[in-house]
Nanobody, 115 residues
Framework: QVQLVESGGGLVQPGGSLRLSCAASGSIFRINVISWYRQTPGKERDFVASITSSEGTNYADSVKGRFTISRDNAKNTVYLQMNSLKPEDTAVYYC?????????WGQGTQVTVSS
């Protein structure tokens, strides 16, 4: 079992910044991928960014140049630095852990971008 706890969400004005954290605990395999997804009411959960255990990264086109994903393997924590936030970034952000055998999700954290 792997437990994921997200934090850092909140209300921010357009153009502002937030940093989300995803703390992983439990049976974490050395080779894994941790990703961020986001979801708005009535829509599917969309991929935002991912980072492998060797720190390879991937981003959705909509966030490239604005969001940066990073990880601290010593703390088993992944971060999502979100800059130049737009109202369309408003969503519940979910952390996702995946290894060769399992997939786990966090409970989500709300991000609201509004003036």
């Amino acid at each position: 079992q792997v437990q994921l706890v997200e934090s850092g969400g909140g209300l921010v004005q357009p153009g502002g910044s937030l940093r989300l954290s995803c703390a992983a605990s439990g049976s974490i395999f050395r080779i894994n991928v941790i990703s961020w997804y986001r979801q708005t009411p009535g829509k599917e959960r969309d991929f935002v960014a991912s980072i492998t255990s060797s720190e390879g990264t991937n981003y959705a086109d909509s966030v490239k140049g604005r969001f940066t994903i990073s990880r601290d393997n010593a703390k088993n924590t992944v971060y999502l630095q979100m800059n130049s936030l737009k109202p369309e970034d408003t969503a519940v952000y979910y952390c996702n852990y995946r290894d060769l055998r399992s997939v786990y999700w966090g409970q989500g954290t709300q991000v609201t971008v509004s003036s």
